[in-house]
């Protein structure tokens, strides 16, 4: 079994900075693409940032010139780094994966971890 693993969600000022952190673990042959969805309140889940297992990233626009999404590959973890972030932000984080357990990728999902962006 899979499992994702985030951390680093927490309540932060606008202007202010946030790591998240989600490491997989579990039996897998190879994880593709890794990245972080949010859900905001009486909203649909969104696509914030992804990349792959050759370091090509997927930024949404809304924050490209504030979040950073890198990977550590050999310790299977993916981070987002967002800085500036405004109460827009606030919402809970999703971590995603693509992982091979045996022929197929198939997607996994982690709990959540809520971030909220409030003076």
């Known amino acids: 079994q899979v499992q994702l693993v985030e951390s680093g969600g927490g309540l932060v000022q606008p202007g202010g900075s946030l790591r998240l952190s989600c490491a997989a673990s579990?039996?897998?042959?190879?994880?593709?693409?890794m990245g972080w969805y949010r859900q905001a309140p009486g909203k649909q889940r969104e696509l914030v940032a992804a990349i792959t297992s050759g370091g090509m990233t997927n930024v949404a626009d809304s924050v490209k010139r504030r979040f950073t999404i890198s990977r550590d590959t050999a310790k299977n973890t993916v981070y987002l780094q967002m800085n500036s972030l405004q109460p827009e932000d606030t919402a809970v984080y999703y971590c995603?994966?693509?992982?091979?357990?045996?022929?197929?990728?198939?997607?996994?999902w982690g709990q959540g971890t809520q971030v909220t962006v409030s003076r």
């Open positions: 995603n994966a693509a992982v091979k357990v045996v022929v197929n990728f198939l997607t996994y």
């Open positions: 579990g039996r897998f042959l190879s994880i593709n693409s």
